[in-house]
């Protein structure tokens, strides 16, 4: 049974995104232990130096989150035509991107460094040790980034288990690595960057293996396949649309982060504290945003408006609903969390201030979030980058007019609404992925 007639089942739907939820939920758990090791050795200014620069490579590598995205609608679409040489090929580009990629960060690192610790400036100490750790995690770049375009080549395949194995199997070399460089051999913070540069390159290996079916036909090496110039074409714009995209979305954020600072620190780590309850809406809404890629990537690879628009209603079922499930959860156990998250009682009393925001985004962004996974495995880039400068406009309008009038309920209210304004948009845009899809 080919992907284009499999049944699309809640049971099918399910088995794609648990496992990226719990791929997902061990993320933050090697954050703590990176900071719990170098917090061994009794000095502030190696936590503040591996803080720093895992913060300045997370933001770095984010950009280049457009080949997973890019990788899984492409990569779904010719597995559900059928099409296993494009199937191989595109996993062959994808690593041809990540190879570019990661060298062009080695070469560049100084003009990187330069401008990363320019806008985020720190003491001499900090500086030097956030530098020998930078200096020596860039070196993995390239398999960093190709981590991307593995993972986003077994999505499109549903092979989210093996994304899960992939993580867990990076995060625990990464952790043992930790505790031997650092507690064992007292390598500091040259040892927390050394065990997660052979982790990462640990893990493109890995995942190389993982994908290995692409491997067993000759178009992996088809290099007038891989370089034709149309098909190459039709990904670097894919990509660069996705790119843009991310980009306003990563500015939104970035500026809700800054002007949250003009009220004051109690506000700004109130709304840090909250922020990551998002992080925890996200986390456990990707996994059926990802199997909408697949599902509907396939769909429309197969032509089949039909399958498309269950697989669209099916996903976006499950993520409506967990999107509830979460703001039920915010709402009758959003203070207990919050007074867990901190000991401080005046952050406490006004993160409970802003509370009913976060028990309003999984329900007002949860649509956002499952049309950007049906949008992105029809490849419908132009359309994710189109609405994201009307959404950015709407939040920056708004932001405008709420923000004096009403301080922080203002930003948390045009933070809402630029969510609300990306699920309209692309809702109204739909109709249209539609009757592509039929036509492609």
């Given at each position: 049974?080919?992907a284009?007639?499999?049944?699309?089942?809640?049971?099918?739907i399910?088995?794609?995104?648990?496992?990226i939820?719990?791929?997902?939920?061990?993320?933050?758990i090697?954050?703590?232990?990176?900071?719990?090791?170098?917090?061994?050795?009794?000095?502030?200014?190696p936590?503040?130096a591996?803080?720093?620069g895992?913060i300045i490579?997370?933001?770095?590598?984010?950009?280049?989150?457009?080949l997973?995205?890019?990788?899984?609608?492409l990569?779904?679409?010719?597995?559900?035509?059928?099409?296993t040489?494009e199937?191989?090929?595109?996993?062959?580009?994808?690593l041809?991107?990540?190879?570019?990629?990661?060298?062009?960060l080695?070469l560049?690192?100084?003009?990187?460094?330069a401008?990363?610790f320019?806008l985020?400036?720190?003491?001499?100490?900090?500086?030097?040790?956030?530098?020998?750790?930078?200096?020596?995690r860039i070196w993995s770049?390239?398999?960093?980034?190709?981590?991307?375009?593995?993972?986003g080549w077994l999505i499109?395949?549903?092979?989210?288990r093996s994304?899960?194995?992939?993580?867990?199997?990076?995060?625990?070399?990464?952790?043992l690595?930790?505790?031997l460089?650092?507690?064992?051999?007292?390598w500091?913070?040259?040892?927390?960057?050394?065990?997660?540069?052979?982790?990462?390159?640990?893990?493109?290996?890995?995942?190389l293996?993982?994908?290995?079916d692409a491997?067993?036909t000759?178009?992996?090496?088809?290099?007038?396949?891989?370089?034709?110039?149309e098909r190459?074409?039709?990904?670097?714009?894919?990509?660069?649309?996705?790119?843009?995209?991310?980009?306003?979305?990563q500015?939104?954020?970035?500026?809700?982060?800054?002007?949250?600072?003009?009220?004051g620190?109690?506000?700004?780590?109130?709304?840090?504290v909250?922020?990551?309850?998002?992080?925890?809406?996200?986390?456990?809404m990707?996994?059926?945003?990802?199997?909408?890629?697949?599902l509907?990537?396939?769909?429309?690879?197969?032509r089949?408006?039909?399958?498309?628009r269950?697989?669209a209603i099916r996903?976006?079922?499950?993520?409506?609903?967990?999107?509830?499930?979460?703001?039920?959860?915010?709402a009758f156990a959003?203070?207990?969390?919050?007074?867990?998250m901190?000991t401080?009682?005046s952050?406490?009393?006004?993160?409970?201030?802003?509370?009913?925001?976060?028990?309003?985004?999984?329900?007002?962004g949860?649509?956002?979030?499952?049309l950007?996974?049906?949008?992105?495995?029809?490849?419908?880039?132009?359309?994710?980058?189109?609405?994201?400068?009307?959404?950015?406009a709407?939040?920056?309008?708004?932001?405008?007019?709420l923000?004096?009038?009403?301080?922080n309920?203002?930003?948390w209210?045009a933070l809402?609404?630029?969510?609300?304004?990306?699920g309209?948009?692309?809702?109204?845009r739909?109709?249209s992925?539609?009757?592509?899809?039929?036509?492609?």
């Amino acid at each position: 049974m080919t992907a284009a007639s499999a049944p699309i089942t809640h049971r099918r739907i399910l088995a794609v995104a648990l496992p990226i939820v719990l791929s997902n939920a061990t993320v933050p758990i090697l954050g703590l232990v990176d900071t719990g090791v170098v917090g061994q050795m009794g000095e502030a200014a190696p936590i503040g130096a591996v803080g720093i620069g895992a913060i300045i490579l997370a933001t770095v590598y984010w950009v280049f989150g457009f080949l997973r995205m890019g990788t899984t609608g492409l990569v779904g679409q010719a597995h559900g035509a059928g099409n296993t040489g494009e199937v191989s090929a595109l996993l062959t580009r994808a690593l041809i991107v990540a190879g570019a990629a990661g060298l062009a960060l080695i070469l560049l690192q100084p003009a990187v460094f330069a401008g990363a610790f320019y806008l985020s400036p720190a003491s001499a100490e900090v500086e030097e040790l956030a530098r020998r750790y930078v200096g020596i995690r860039i070196w993995s770049a390239p398999a960093a980034i190709a981590v991307y375009g593995l993972t986003g080549w077994l999505i499109a395949l549903e092979r989210t288990r093996s994304v899960l194995v992939l993580q867990l199997v990076m995060n625990s070399i990464n952790i043992l690595l930790d505790l031997l460089f650092v507690l064992q051999f007292d390598w500091g913070v040259e040892g927390v960057a050394i065990a997660t540069f052979l982790a990462e390159w640990s893990g493109a290996a890995l995942g190389l293996w993982l994908c290995r079916d692409a491997f067993s036909t000759v178009a992996w090496r088809d290099w007038p396949r891989i370089f034709n110039r149309e098909r190459l074409t039709h990904m670097a714009s894919v990509n660069a649309d996705i790119l843009v995209r991310s980009l306003l979305l990563q500015a939104i954020f970035v500026s809700f982060l800054f002007y949250g600072a003009d009220f004051g620190d109690v506000t700004l780590a109130a709304n840090q504290v909250l922020l990551q309850f998002l992080e925890v809406t996200a986390f456990a809404m990707d996994g059926f945003a990802f199997a909408a890629e697949a599902l509907v990537a396939q769909a429309t690879g197969a032509r089949r408006r039909d399958r498309l628009r269950l697989g669209a209603i099916r996903t976006g079922q499950w993520g409506i609903g967990s999107g509830i499930v979460l703001a039920a959860v915010f709402a009758f156990a959003g203070a207990a969390i919050v007074d867990v998250m901190t000991t401080s009682e005046s952050v406490r009393a006004e993160a409970r201030l802003y509370l009913p925001w976060m028990i309003a985004v999984p329900i007002v962004g949860g649509p956002a979030w499952m049309l950007d996974g049906i949008f992105i495995g029809a490849t419908r880039s132009r359309d994710m980058r189109n609405m994201m400068v009307v959404s950015a406009a709407v939040y920056a309008v708004a932001l405008a007019l709420l923000m004096p009038a009403f301080g922080n309920h203002g930003l948390w209210a045009a933070l809402v609404i630029s969510f609300l304004a990306r699920g309209v948009t692309l809702g109204a845009r739909y109709p249209s992925l539609e009757n592509a899809a039929a036509r492609a």
